[in-house]
Every structure is written in structure tokens, then in C-alpha cells.
């Protein structure tokens, strides 16, 4: 027996002007405004610039300022180049390459949507039919269910930070929700169309990350094909065309790659190589990392999706359950097996786990339901209360232990008041109120009220954060100042500087202060970038006798990193 029942009035859709709002304020913030964070999100932000301001070797060999990147794919950086180019001229090369952020993050809310909306509408998905009629109708159901899955993918911790930065990983996630869909679509009609658009989805896939996470979905869907019971020869012949195309879109970019050879490099090697890293037997401490981020990375999609296989067990062979599980489970033996998974990894794992999600929230007591929301309720709202409580203590000095807190981890940081950070912010805090009061004073009985609270609750916090302590975070993680630094320090007439920084570091200083970074050749220059530790011996570095120092900078926020600028010696006449 199905596990649902459900009247009409539970599936009013969420107001459409609402929907696209709550996207909005999710995305937004966070792009607009902030500078490249010292981690990957600069990395992948100086191969994008590299390759908008460079020559075409470059859009084939990535690279940041010369430095090779030799993991991964191209496609995202393909993306926000393409978006430098385009728009960089009105809106600065920082905001034109996350024109391609938003693009991707819509991409995948409107994948993940579909993939649901057509489940929920199938006649297997729906709930009982009442004694006395009522029951919804199939589109609205799917509708309904939808949205939930949407607000849940928008509530899950994991994605907040990551669906912001212009790294390969958001678009990895929002291409495999794409898949997701395709796959839906083939399932519910199989033929040679729709198994060419699922080929598409996967070439790009494989354009992005590689061709280890499309060949374990191919193996997800064939295994989706054995548990619906499809013939098993048309199957083949359906996956097999599709994989051909997948192979097709990747020789897009592998073939030039491979023929040309830029900067006499290789490539379609390298790329290969990194792909066979990925795979391993896995180790124990993975495991252990797996479950122990996973705990709140997934928050709140793992409670609801767990519940929906309890709920759905006696109905395992069902499209609606088969699909998505099945994702789960083969992005879940990708994390396992790599050798070295990074949180970056588990964003495959959202698409799919949002869907289960969805129908486990169908199933769930209308008690629980409210223990959520009252739990949602009290932890964000003490959350957003902290979160004024230190910005007014780090303005005021008042109470006086907040604001030491936060002052001492950004050191020489002088707060200002931005009076447009600051109406925002209270904007966003009376539009959270609103909803509360709108859930906790008309208790409607639709079917996505015990995720709209948590949604809500965790986009107030990020545009808080992005809003009131954006000038903190860029004091904390930018290297604009000390890259501006160094460069007033490079002697004149300079174009070739060698360097040991980080591909996050390199990005920086070549973008902020317009560092002449020596090329992919990697050739000994005249002037020397090195950087190393104050504190830690084993990584303090002297370049030798030879060399001149120039300048010596760091970061105000941190104590520990060191820049220092050398020049080489003329040699001694004799």
C-alpha cells in the first residue's frame, strides 16, 4: 500500500514571485561585492582571467598566469571566461565570471525541478485516493513536491558556500541534476532522443571533472534500466549511443588539445592522469571524514531521504525511487573510493538526496513536521540574533567581549558602518520575521511549509553574513592589499617573475597587483616572489646568496604567511 495520503489543499504551490525571490536572495549575495577567497574560489577565478586576457593555447591548457592546472576540466573555466569576456567591461572580470555562477546555479534549481515534477506527476507517485475524493491532481502533486525538493537543495548546508564560488564542483552538481533529469525523461520514454540529451549531459559532465563520475552514472542508469524491468538489448543500445555522444562532447576540447600540443604541453595526458587518481580502494579515515561532514553537510536532506526509504520500502521498484536512489548510492561508492574526498566531492550527492528527500517528506507525522519548524525557528532566529549582536559589539566596542572576538581574529581591521549593507540586513531580518509569523499564525497545511522555515532561516544568515560582515571576510581572505604591495615594490621594467606561491596566491597577485608571472615554460627570472612562514622553521626559505631582497608584506589578518620580493645580484665585476 502506498504510504500517502494527502488532500488538495496541501498541494498549493508556493507563490511563483516567492520562488523566484527566495532564489534570488539565496544567489546574490555572496557575488556581489566579494573578492576572490584565498582558497580554490581564487584559483579557478585566475585560470578564468588567464584565459579571457590570453591567447587561444590557453583556453586549452589551463593555467593561472603561466602556472598549470593540469586536474579537472575545462568547461567551468570555459564558462567564466566566456562571461569576463561578455560582460567584464561593464561589470569588472571579478562580477563577468560569476555571471557564469548565477547561470550554473540556475541551471541546476531548474534540473532538480523538473527531475521531481515529472516523478511527482507519475501515476505510481501518487497518494491514495480519498473516500470522498480530494485528492490532488497529478501536475499539481508534482508541483507541490517540486518545490520541496527546491527548498530543501536550498537549505542544505553543504551547498551554501560552495554554490557561490567559481570553482568546477557547483557546476559538477548542477550538470549531474541535469543528468538526473535526462535520465528521468529516458526512463519514462526511452529512445534515441532522449538517451542523445542524456549524452549530452554527460559529456559536459565529463568536460568538467572528468569521465570517472558520467561512467559510474552510465552503470546507475543501466542498473535503473535492470531494476524497472526495460529491455535489457535496447538498454544497451540506448547507452551505448549515449556514451558515444558523451565521448564526442569531450573531443570537443580533446582532440584540439591533443593535435596542437599548446605551449608544447600534453594535455589530454595530464587530464587522463588525474582522472585515474581519483579511484582507489578508499581508506578508513575517509570513511570516518565521509560521515562525520556529512552529518551537517547535508542538513536537513539526509533526516527526510532516510525516512523516505523506510516509508517507500515495500514500493522499491518504483521510477520514483530507483532513480534517485540509485544516484545516491553511485555518488556515494565515488566519495568512498577517492582517495582523497574533499567536501567538494559530496555536492554530487545533493541533486538526488533533495528528490528523496521530497517524497520522504510526503510520509512524514504532522507532529514531526512541527518539531522542525519550531526547531528552525529558535536556531536561526538565536542565530541572526548573534549575528547582530557581534556586528553592532565590533562597531560600538559594546558588550565588550563580542567585539574583542571578532576583532581579534582580523587584526588592524577598522569597522565602518555601510549604511546600504545595513538596510539590507534589516531588511532581510523583518522579511524573516514575516514568514514566521505567516507559518507559526496560519498553520497552512501545504506540503513544503516544514522546509520553507529552514530555507528561509539559512538565506537571512548568509545575506547577514554577506551583507554586514562582507568588509570583514574580504579583510580576512583577500590578497588584494599585499598584492598591490608587492607590485608598487617590482622594479620597473620587469616582465618575468618566479614564484612559489600557492594557485590561489599566484591568482591574486597576479590579478590585484599585475605580477609578470613567467610562463607555462616555467623559466628562471631575474625578480623572485617567494613565500613561506614566520613561524614555522620547516617552511621558512632563503633563495641564496645571489639574491637581493626587495619587499617583505603579509596579510594584516594573518601572522604566520610571509611575501618577500627578490632580485638577483648582477654579477661581480672583475
Known sequence: MKPVRLPAAATRTLPRWAFFALGLLYILPGLIGREPWKNDDAASFGVMWT?????????????????????????AFWLGALGIKLSGWALGDVLGARVATLAIFLLGVMSLWYATFNLGRRPEAQ?????????PEPDDFGRT??????????????????????????????LLALSLYRSVRYMELPSLRNAALTGLALGLLTLTRGWVVPAALVLALFACTRFLAMPATRSLRDLGFAVALAAAVTAVWALPALLTRPYGQAPLAAWLAWNQAQLGLGSLDGVRTFFRVGVWFFWPAWPFAAWAVWAWRRQSNLLHIVVPATFVSAATLLVLL??????????????????????????????????????????????????WLFYYAQLTGWPAKPAHNVLKLIPGFAPQVNWLSLLVGLCATAGWFVLVHWRLSRRPAVLWRAVVLSSGGLILIWILLMTLFLPNVNYSKSYATVARQAAAA????????????????????????????????????????????????ARQ??????????????????RSERFRLFQRRPPARH
Request: net charge negative.
Open 541 to 558: 626559505q632563503q633563495p641564496g646568496p645571489d639574491w637581493q631582497l626587495l619587499w617583505e608584506g603579509q596579510r594584516a589578518s594573518d
Open 338 to 387: 577517492n582517495p582523497a574526498p574533499d567536501q567538494g566531492h559530496l555536492l554530487m550527492l545533493l541533486p538526488p538526496l533533495a528528490i528523496m528527500a521530497a517524497f520522504g517528506l510526503l510520509t512524514m507525522k504532522r507532529g514531526a513536521i512541527n518539531a522542525i519548524d519550531w526547531f528552525s525557528v529558535m536556531v536561526l532566529t538565536l542565530c541572526a540574533a548573534v549575528v
Open 145 to 174: 513536491l517540486a518545490d520541496a525538493a527546491v527548498l530543501i537543495y536550498l537549505g542544505c548546508l553543504g551547498l551554501l558556500v560552495h554554490s557561490h564560488e567559481t570553482t568546477a564542483e557547483p557546476l559538477q552538481a548542477s
Open 51 to 75: 584565459m579571457a586576457h590570453g591567447a587561444w593555447q590557453d583556453w586549452l591548457w589551463p593555467n593561472i598566469a603561466g602556472l598549470s592546472v593540469t586536474d579537472e576540466g575545462p568547461l
Open 127 to 135: 497518494p491514495l485516493r480519498l473516500a470522498f475524493g480530494g485528492q
Open 490 to 537: 617590482l622594479p620597473p621594467g620587469i616582465d618575468c617573475v618566479q614564484s612559489n606561491a600557492t594557485p590561489a596566491q599566484r591568482a591574486s597577485f597576479a590579478f590585484f597587483g599585475g605580477i609578470p608571472f613567467n610562463g607555462v615554460d616555467n623559466r628562471d627570472c631575474q625578480v623572485m616572489l617567494l613565500q613561506d612562514s614566520i613561524k614555522v622553521r
